[in-house]
């Protein structure tokens, strides 16, 4: 049998505490096994944007 951890993340835009989202398990493994590097805060920005654009849409 094959556990996937769900993974979740959270973000604040203007002050205002958007709720958690579940992302692929996939994309935040690689994102976890990358070093700091600005190829980890592209992926860390892309996640943000695929997951809170249409939230942060309806805010504005």
Do not use: W
């Amino acid at each position: 049998m094959s556990i996937t951890p769900i993974l979740t993340i959270s973000a604040v835009f203007n002050g205002y505490s958007l709720p958690e989202q579940q992302i692929s398990s996939v994309v935040g493994g690689y994102y976890f096994r990358l070093p700091s590097c600005e190829e980890k805060e592209a992926v860390l920005s892309t996640i943000v944007h695929q997951t809170y654009d249409d939230i942060i849409y309806q805010l504005t």
